[in-house]
């Protein structure tokens, strides 16, 4: 009877250190896990941010590009109401004769180039309204590209 009982003693002494090593090993795999994943936490939460600063560069980048732009396109505009600044066009030869837009002649111009009709200062205006619709998009469509391969990678 002593036997089977200091047998059965010395066998719950083994599973006992078997469990406890088999928990050890089981607590020291969740703590890795844990590492492992707040880690890639870590890491995601790195590249997000990475990619906010990349983006908010780009947005002001783009920001300023818009703005200059639209400085340029104000100061086109002033330098056009104010008749600082004319605008003109070429006009065919072939096609001049029959046309009853005046040529633009200069006292000071001697040489003989191309004939060239200056335009009204309200077709002038709309004109460079109209590229500065087109500059605009041009810069958003920009801004759209440069988000688009930042948010990609």
């Known amino acids: 009877m002593l036997g089977a009982i200091s047998a059965w003693t010395v066998q719950g002494w083994r599973y006992g250190a078997q469990l406890a090593d088999q928990s050890r090993l089981h607590t020291d795999t969740l703590n890795q896990l844990a590492m492992d994943g707040a880690a890639a936490q870590k890491a995601e ?21 818009l703005t200059n732009a639209q400085k340029d396109q104000a100061r086109l505009r002033d330098r056009l109401a104010t008749s600082d600044l004319r605008l003109s066009v070429l006009l ?3 096609s001049a004769d029959g046309c009853s837009v005046p040529a633009a002649t200069g006292a000071s111009r001697v040489v003989h180039g191309p004939v060239r009709a200056e335009l ?22 920009a801004a759209c590209q440069a ?7």
């Open 45 to 65: 939460q790195d590249k997000r941010l990475g990619l906010e600063q990349r983006l908010a560069a780009s947005d002001q980048s783009h920001h300023e590009t």
């Open 92 to 94: 065919d030869q072939g």
């Open 120 to 141: 009204d200062p309200a077709h002038a205006q709309r004109i460079v309204a109209i590229t500065d619709e087109g500059d605009q998009a041009l810069i958003a469509l």
């Open 147 to 153: 988000y688009v391969r930042d948010v990609a990678r």
